[in-house]
């Protein structure tokens, strides 16, 4: 398993035992490095002094906390590490809540939680209790320089984490709602009607990054020398009747595919599948 990014003991009630964290997710990406145009040299960035002029290394750097403009004050790691709270190396179980009352736009990172030495049994009886009663735990925690609120959750093998947002840190955006007397009850009808066609069971590995996938072949393809093959552009029409364009979608979702093939001419030659339709049809199989 990977290095964990917290270790310390997890308590609720009187019950305390020792836990790590270990990161659960990232995201891949493909980076790119900025070249100088005319060599393709590798660019550098530079840490620069304005006051004397000139680059600094690194080691010269320390860390500052602008209070008035162009005014700081120097804080060190010995500092920091002063007024860290005990949450630093204690994760404090503060209440349960209903599982189903925890909104997800308040999760952030997750975490697997395992635990370590000599808290085998009583970190199962809190995944056992957790799972049979439906209930999350939210805790408190500080790591990464800053104290975050976490909810404990069962998983399928053990406890995970997920880091929330603080409520002033979720944007109230008084615009965002919904005028659902614009919806008539043929059109949501339907609309269930197509949900339904489109039912499939939830298979994160059946997802791919096509962009990332995509990016990969075209990298590949200049090392070598090949030319860049363009994706096929998508092409959505317009929605000028929602009852016929729901009408047309159950239409072709109900379609046998030995019929759509046989429906075009032999020497007509197909537009190729884009990615989007693909993964489209792999979701709803």
């Keep these: 398993m990977a290095a964990s990014v917290w270790k310390g003991q997890l308590t609720f009630g009187l019950v305390s035992f020792p836990i790590r964290l270990f990161s659960a997710a990232r995201s891949e990406t493909i980076s790119f490095n900025q070249l100088h145009k005319g060599d393709n040299s590798r660019i550098r960035q530079v840490t620069y002094c304005q006051a004397e002029d000139k680059p600094v290394p690194r080691t010269e750097l320390v860390k500052g906390y602008e209070y008035e403009k162009d005014r700081y004050v120097v804080i060190d790691d010995e500092d920091i590490k002063k007024v860290a709270p005990k949450t630093a190396r204690v994760m404090e179980i503060l209440e349960f809540v209903k599982a189903e009352q925890v909104d997800p736009v308040y999760l952030e990172s997750s975490y697997y939680v395992a635990p370590d030495e000599g808290g085998e049994k009583p970190y199962a009886l809190l995944f056992q209790a957790l799972r049979e009663s439906k209930f999350y735990a939210v805790a408190k ?14 998983g399928a093998k053990g406890i995970l984490s997920h880091t929330m947002y603080y409520q002033d840190e979720i944007r109230q955006v008084e615009e ?34 096509e962009y990332r996938e995509n990016l990969r072949t075209m990298i590949e393809a200049k090392i070598a020398g090949r030319g860049v093959v363009e994706t096929p552009a998508a092409h959505v029409a317009p929605v000028i009747d929602i009852m016929e364009a729901l009408k047309k979608s159950l239409a072709e979702k109900r379609k046998p595919a030995q019929v759509a093939t046989e429906s075009v001419p032999a020497e007509v030659t197909a537009e190729p599948e884009s990615p989007k339709k693909r993964m489209r049809k792999s979701s709803a199989g």
């Design 141 to 154: 925690v500080a790591m990464h320089s800053r104290e975050h609120i976490i909810v404990l959750r069962p």
């Design 176 to 209: 965002f709602r919904t005028d659902t007397t614009l919806v008539k009850e043929k059109e949501l009808e339907m609309a269930k009607m197509l949900i339904s066609t489109l039912e499939a069971d939830f298979e994160p590995r059946k997802y791919r990054d």
